[in-house]
């Protein structure tokens, strides 16, 4: 009664308990924000002189002749170009793989994923915290594998996705079925106006077998032609690919090589006593138009190994928390033919901004509306945002998860939505860097063929590279902040 609680309040011994209670939340609240203190002092400490900035793009001619040289072992020995008139190397995209990939773009799995870059989820919701990192995880853990056969390697991991893609999807008044087997059943007798409208695609066109897909280097029955075709690997859940020679590592140790040769001398002038680390070429990768790489963010990449295999590297790994891409992107007649008859408009020579980098800056401390702005980037229009429902490889599909969703706005003028998608438009021969692993990051090519060379480098070496470049770039200091570097 509220009479006995008025006697046991007034209970000496009572006033003591919570008297002791007190000082005791007291004393906690103390610690807690001394240990906060400490932690944000720490964190301080470990930035001192690193890059406050986590986006930068720039002409790739900015760092010198000496880079174009090690574009010419890519151009020469990966892509097998020629020159033009200007000196300009030629790509031309190759026959087999392009015709495997203008159909693997229309699957269901890939129409899923590329449609997700154009209107994804909170940064914070389940398919972010949960079924990206979680797909990104799985396709690691086959890929340090190091299986000896290429194309076991790439069925497992289609396999996988195959497994893994309906948990993004349902099917409303289809119970039991995923979203992407009806999107699959539907592809197949479509009359509608798409790239593969009125095309006889097998039903198992998007089997993990089929998927599978790998160039190979084939004796040619002319004996003049001694030039080897390019070699790939199409790996989901986009049909993007990569690994594209046969002598693979040893290309990579003389690319390793190369890089510290006259590059490194000439990063030395600016930089003086500078040496590459650990820096190295982290990837070859072919887009054709349609294909996607899925949301991820590369968190992996920096540890280097699954828990069953450890590599001896994870400090090596774990340094090297930036990444550079060099960019190409190609036009292909062939397929501005499709487009044409499908009454596509607007079709030009113009390779820019028909492919792109889609990033959600989150909780990226390094991305503001400045960084964003001096790097080119833009927030989508409103026909991009469209294309999470409909684009020209497949039909109009608005049962996806995400199509309930309303779509994220990047912020009123002067302002930024940090939940919001954000385009990075593609330039031919331009780099990019960007800083692991907050950046939630995803890849589309829509008109062109886009091809990326991409690098692994610390936060030193990325500095020099800066310095070269002569890009303004700000690093933190004494924990005062930051201070301007150049």
Not at 68 to 83: A, F, K, S, V
Not at 323 to 340: A, H, N, P, S, W
Request: hydrophobic share 35%; aromatic share 12%; net charge negative.
């Amino acid at each position: 009664s509220f009479e006995e609680q008025e006697v046991v309040a007034g209970d000496p011994s009572t006033k003591m308990v919570r008297s002791l209670g007190r000082s005791i939340i007291l004393l906690f609240l103390i610690l807690a924000a001394i240990a906060a203190a400490s932690t944000g002092e720490k964190e301080a400490a470990d930035n001192d002189g690193r890059i406050v900035q986590s986006l930068f793009r720039f002409p790739a001619s900015k760092l010198g002749p000496e880079f174009e040289q090690l574009l010419n072992l890519w151009y020469d020995e990966w892509l097998y170009t020629t020159n033009n008139e200007n000196g300009t190397a030629i790509i031309t995209p190759d026959p087999s793989g392009k015709q495997h990939a203008l159909q693997s773009v229309s699957t269901p799995a890939t129409t899923l994923f590329r449609r997700q870059c154009y209107g994804a989820a909170p940064i914070k919701s389940p398919q972010f915290t949960n079924l990206y990192n979680n797909l990104e995880q799985r396709r690691k853990e086959i890929e340090f594998q190091y299986i000896q056969d290429p194309k076991e390697e790439m069925t497992m991991l289609h396999t996988m996705v195959k497994r893994f893609y309906p948990a993004f999807s349902t099917v409303d008044n289809h119970s039991g079925t995923s979203a992407a087997v009806h999107l699959h059943k539907k592809k197949v007798v479509s009359t509608e106006d798409t790239i593969h409208a009125k095309t006889n695609l097998p039903l198992d066109y998007d089997s993990p077998s089929k998927l599978a897909f790998q160039t190979l280097k084939l004796s040619s029955p002319d004996t003049d032609d001694d030039s080897p075709p390019q070699q790939w690997s199409w790996r989901p859940a986009g049909q993007f690919s990569n690994r594209g020679m046969s002598n693979f590592l040893q290309w990579r140790v003389r690319f390793y090589r190369t890089m510290r040769t006259k590059f490194q001398r000439q990063l030395s002038k600016e930089t003086p006593g500078f040496k590459f680390s650990h820096g190295r070429p982290s990837g070859m990768y072919w887009y054709p138009p349609g294909a996607v790489r899925e949301w991820h963010s590369n968190y992996l990449d920096l540890i280097g190994n699954t828990k069953e295999k450890k590599t001896g590297n994870e400090k090596i790994y774990a340094s090297q928390t930036w990444r550079m891409y060099f960019i190409r992107t190609v036009r292909d007649e062939e397929f501005d033919g499709l487009l044409q008859n499908l009454g596509v408009g607007g079709i030009s020579a113009d390779v820019d901004d028909h492919s792109a980098m889609h990033i959600i800056p989150g909780e990226d401390e390094g991305i503001t509306l400045d960084v964003l702005q001096k790097a080119g980037a833009r927030p989508l229009t409103k026909e991009e945002k469209q294309r999470q429902w409909k684009d020209e490889f497949a039909e109009e599909y608005s049962n996806s998860t995400f199509a309930g969703e309303e779509v994220v706005d990047s912020g009123e003028e002067g302002t930024l939505n940090r939940n919001s998608v954000w385009r990075l438009p593609d330039k031919n021969g331009y780099v990019t860097f960007f800083r692991l692993p907050k950046l939630f990051h995803c890849i589309v090519s829509e008109e062109v063929h886009r091809y990326s060379l991409g690098f692994a480098f610390s936060d030193d070496e990325v500095q020099a590279l800066l310095k070269l470049a002569k890009v303004d770039f700000d690093v933190y200091g004494d924990g005062e902040g930051y201070t301007d570097e150049l």
